[in-house]
């Protein structure tokens, strides 16, 4: 398990090994910020998708490349962040689902409000996946925001490519969709 975070770590890891071997989407409390969270997180398998870190090196390398990812989305590099998708990838956020390549790039271009920089909290590398925690400082519709937020990322067998992201937003404490 890799932390940046460690005051948070035993709550994260006991979230992340849940969420991944039980079928149903559990509902678990987190603690991100001095603020708890309900959270319920699908697992691919619910989906009959097969997720695997085969394609890296090691976990460094895969935090990496979620990393990577923070840092064009703040950028707007749009094309390297899509990069990062299977043509037949879904993406799932705040009950919000995307899905394909095309219908990501949409989100991104026309969808996506959010202007600002993401704060990684900690990263956590499963067998299967990576969650990763943070905070995002910006605007939204031009009003300035302070969100939280949770990531899971599945990637393709033998690959660095992403086949599913779920992603929840908090602001308060309070899921949001934006």
Known sequence: ?????????????????????????PIVQV??????????IRHPSQ???????????????AVLVIQNYY??????????VLGLF?????YLRSARLFDGKKSIRNFYENVRTLEGK?????????????MV???????????VVHLQFIDVWWFKANSQVVIFRESQIYKNGVEVAL
């Not at 840092?71 to 094309?79: H, L």
């Open 71 to 80: 840092k064009n989305i703040d950028e707007n590099s749009y094309d390297h």
């Open 47 to 61: 989906l009959s998708l097969k997720s695997d870190l085969s394609g890296f090196a090691d976990r460094n390398e």
């Open 1 to 25: 398990m890799i932390q940046s975070n460690p005051g948070i770590g035993l709550i994260f890891f006991a979230f992340c090994f849940f969420s991944t071997r039980i079928e149903a989407s």
């Open 86 to 90: 299977d043509e037949s990838a879904s």
């Open 133 to 143: 925690m943070g905070e995002f400082i910006g605007t939204a519709n031009g009003q």
């Open 118 to 130: 993401h704060k990684i909290l900690t990263s956590t590398v499963m067998d299967d996946h990576i």
């Open 31 to 40: 603690d991100l910020c001095g603020q708890l969270f309900h959270v319920s």
